[in-house]
């Protein structure tokens, strides 16, 4: 039978049909049946939806990208097996322009003397006390052997930092102006203005007082010191001592410069700045591993504490119920 709408189809020279829909029903109407499949050919749209010369299908909106569970929830975990102090030695001395190696040393109150913290790990688990090192001294690298002797530098430097050595020289706790840490932690307070204040509060100069080790090591007025005498043999002849103290955990840490490098870069403004800020970094992560093993052994013992509280109330619980079972059923209570 004839439709009862008419379709008006207009075929231009690119092919594209458009349909246009009319509900008038005079002589233009059309006899021709409804064909479905001519529509589905030639693409034509629907009079529901406004087409244009340049009609394209509009693409599906992209979906918003959903962030896993583990970047919405922060997790507290520590990174395994990476000690705080150990990673900000690293560091520090990855950003350190000149530096042989450092030395950590800590002021005890109660004894009134500089005690080293071991800054490494051996081979066999235990700690490396005294210089961690960067590089091999100059004087002390056998690739210099061309250019002088090294034999007494490279005994010298195993004495310092080889533990398996008959002579090795661990570093003891020494008193204010004995040795190389008692000599720069007595001169640390000629460039204070106030005392050493905390992190945030120093009034400590921002300079970097070098000093020559093997001028310490000969002067008569210096008190003889076995590992200053060899620290200035193995090559280890400029030193500086930056304190710090964090909360009353007083300190210093000890730089050992090259001496045959180049002074202006040792001693710029960045370099100055960055061996400052270690020093403070360095000093906090000491300070932070008392407070450590303090905060996890109290963990520890409440966590037992309640383990034990709970086994009480537990056995307690049992006693008493087969007390009440029994007398339930007639028995001995």
């Given at each position: 039978?004839?439709?009862?709408?008419?379709?008006?189809?207009?075929?231009?020279?690119?092919?594209?049909?458009?349909?246009?829909?009319?509900?008038?029903?005079?002589?233009?109407?059309?006899?021709?049946?409804?064909?479905?499949?001519?529509?589905?050919?030639?693409?034509?749209v629907?009079?529901?939806?406004?087409?244009?010369?340049?009609?394209?299908?509009?693409?599906?909106?992209?979906?918003?990208?959903?962030a896993?569970?583990?970047?919405?929830?922060?997790?507290?975990?520590?990174?395994?097996?990476?000690?705080?102090?150990?990673?900000?030695?690293?560091?520090?001395?990855?950003?350190?322009?000149g530096?042989?190696?450092?030395?950590?040393?800590?002021?005890?109150?109660?004894?009134?003397?500089?005690?080293?913290?071991?800054?490494?790990?051996?081979?066999?688990?235990?700690?490396?006390?005294?210089?961690?090192?960067?590089?091999?001294?100059?004087?002390?690298?056998?690739?210099?052997?061309?250019?002088w002797?090294?034999?007494?530098?490279?005994?010298?430097?195993?004495?310092?930092?080889?533990?398996?050595?008959?002579?090795?020289?661990?570093?003891?706790?020494?008193?204010?102006?004995?040795?190389?840490?008692?000599?720069?932690?007595?001169?640390?307070?000629?460039?204070?203005?106030?005392?050493?204040?905390?992190?945030?509060?120093?009034?400590?100069?921002?300079?970097?007082?070098w000093?020559?080790?093997?001028?310490?090591?000969?002067?008569?007025?210096?008190?003889?010191?076995?590992?200053?005498?060899?620290?200035?043999?193995?090559?280890?002849?400029?030193?500086?001592?930056?304190?710090?103290?964090?909360?009353?955990?007083?300190?210093?840490?000890?730089?050992?410069?090259?001496?045959?490098?180049?002074?202006g870069?040792?001693n710029?403004?960045?370099?100055?700045?960055?061996?400052?800020?270690?020093?403070?970094?360095?000093?906090?992560?000491?300070?932070?591993?008392?407070a450590?093993?303090?905060?996890?052994?109290?963990?520890?013992?409440?966590?037992?504490?309640?383990?034990?509280?709970?086994?009480?109330?537990?056995?307690?619980?049992?006693?008493?119920?087969?007390?009440?079972r029994?007398?339930k059923?007639?028995?001995?209570?």
């Amino acid at each position: 039978r004839p439709l009862t709408r008419s379709l008006w189809i207009r075929h231009t020279s690119s092919k594209v049909l458009r349909i246009m829909d009319s509900t008038q029903g005079d002589g233009a109407a059309s006899s021709r049946p409804f064909s479905s499949s001519l529509i589905s050919k030639k693409n034509i749209v629907s009079d529901s939806i406004p087409s244009t010369k340049n009609d394209a299908p509009a693409p599906s909106p992209t979906p918003l990208p959903v962030a896993p569970s583990s970047a919405v929830e922060p997790t507290f975990e520590p990174v395994p097996d990476v000690d705080i102090l150990t990673q900000t030695v690293a560091m520090s001395m990855k950003s350190l322009y000149g530096i042989y190696g450092i030395e950590l040393w800590y002021f005890n109150e109660g004894s009134g003397k500089l005690e080293n913290i071991a800054l490494s790990d051996d081979i066999e688990g235990g700690t490396v006390e005294g210089l961690l090192l960067k590089r091999v001294t100059q004087d002390a690298d056998e690739i210099n052997r061309k250019y002088w002797n090294v034999d007494k530098p490279q005994e010298s430097f195993k004495k310092l930092t080889d533990k398996s050595n008959k002579g090795y020289l661990a570093p003891e706790p020494v008193g204010p102006g004995c040795g190389l840490p008692g000599a720069l932690w007595s001169e640390i307070g000629k460039y204070a203005t106030n005392g050493l204040n905390g992190i945030g509060h120093s009034n400590v100069s921002h300079d970097v007082h070098w000093r020559e080790v093997d001028e310490l090591a000969d002067d008569p007025d210096q008190p003889y010191d076995d590992r200053l005498q060899h620290l200035a043999k193995a090559g280890f002849t400029r030193a500086a001592g930056l304190p710090f103290n964090v909360k009353n955990f007083r300190g210093m840490v000890i730089y050992f410069a090259n001496p045959h490098g180049d002074f202006g870069h040792l001693n710029c403004d960045v370099n100055k700045q960055m061996i400052h800020h270690s020093s403070q970094m360095i000093g906090a992560a000491a300070a932070f591993r008392p407070a450590q093993e303090a905060s996890e052994a109290y963990l520890q013992e409440k966590s037992h504490q309640t383990w034990r509280r709970v086994k009480i109330k537990i056995l307690t619980i049992m006693r008493f119920g087969g007390s009440l079972r029994a007398k339930k059923n007639g028995g001995p209570q």
